[in-house]
């Protein structure tokens, strides 16, 4: 087993706190990543990121799953309506 080269990497809040140059260099290799057909599991609490860059979208609301969204289908209103439920807006 080759730890080196993974077939899937967790991304947790990988652009957090960089300036928007450095973002964009990120967000190239992460699509070269997944041109090379590696899995990318991208964790973000910025919405426009994960619009940007998410195939598909889960969302949690309170340590449980929520929803699941394929990006065609994906808006900020319903990703937040899913990330609210179970917060009094059922």
């Given at each position: ?52 860059m ?12 929520t ?24």
């Amino acid at each position: 087993m080759d730890f080196s080269e993974p077939d899937i990497l967790m991304l947790d809040e990988p652009t957090r706190g960089i300036d928007v140059g450095a973002k964009y260099e990120i967000y190239t290799i992460m699509n070269q990543l997944a041109a090379e057909g590696k899995g990318l599991l991208l964790i973000s609490s910025e919405l426009p990121e994960i619009l940007g860059m998410c195939d598909r979208i889960y969302t949690m609301s309170e340590g449980r799953l929520t929803g699941e969204v394929r990006r065609q289908d994906a808006s900020q209103e319903l990703l937040m309506k899913y990330m609210t439920k179970g917060k009094g807006n059922e």
